[in-house]
């Protein structure tokens, strides 16, 4: 069936790097994309979302891209901190309700 | 600190036992969502609740009953649970009305079942 999912489950980076976490989905119906991420021992926290008439969206420090010509969605964090170390979740709603993708676990090195 | 409060963060029951679990949020949200996460997996929707009416059910079992007695609380009712029940379960709500906001998530509660 038609899924999210991640390209790579665990990525490392250093302190002070730019981090790239991507995603393919596969369900075309899908208009509206979201990134979570996860502490441990916490809930989901929104960080950015984007709707499928958009190819960019930004926040602080995070952009998010969207190619629906391949159904590929990628997050990036600029400047990685320690603090962002964690399990980031991308998610699709193709209609009323929303499936997650299986993450992916940053890991920030000093 | 998150804005969708959950108790008990903690709970562990026996698979006799009854107990419930509760959500609350003051954001004025029309939709509610319970969700089960194991570990080192994504979340996973259980039920979703617009405007106060159960509007789907993933195909859980009946020793799980939710209910949303107003538009701010959220509770899921527990009986008879097994061991592989254990997980992280999470309560969410979003503005309603168009599937198109984003959810948001409290901290959960952490279940075991002996």
């Known amino acids: 069936g038609e899924s999210v999912g991640l390209h790579l489950p665990t990525l490392s980076v250093q302190e002070g790097d730019n981090s790239i976490i991507n995603c393919a989905y596969s369900n075309s119906a899908s208009d509206y994309f979201i990134w979570y991420k996860q502490e441990s021992g916490k809930g989901p926290q929104f960080i950015i979302d984007i709707r499928s008439n958009m190819d960019k969206r930004q926040g602080q420090r995070v952009t998010v891209l969207l190619n629906k010509t391949v159904k590929h969605l990628s997050l990036q964090i600029a400047a990685t901190q320690p603090g962002d170390s964690a399990v980031y979740f991308c998610a699709e709603i193709p209609g009323r309700d929303m499936r997650f993708g299986a993450g992916t676990r940053l890991t920030v090195k000093p | 600190d998150t804005e969708v409060t959950q108790t008990p963060k903690h709970l562990v029951m026996g698979m006799t036992n009854k107990k419930s679990l509760k959500c609350e949020q003051h954001m004025g949200h029309r939709a509610m969502y319970w969700y089960k996460q194991k570990a080192k997996k994504p979340p996973e929707l259980m039920f979703v609740?617009?405007?106060?009416?159960?509007?789907i059910n993933e195909s859980v079992p009946s020793r799980f009953s939710p209910e949303c007695p107003n538009s701010s609380l959220l509770n899921l009712h527990l009986h008879a649970l097994q061991p592989e029940d254990s997980a992280l379960y999470l309560c969410a709500s979003s503005r309603g009305g168009d599937s198109n906001q984003p959810q948001h998530f409290g901290d959960g509660t952490r279940l075991s079942i002996l």
């Open positions: 609740y617009s405007y106060e009416k159960l509007s």
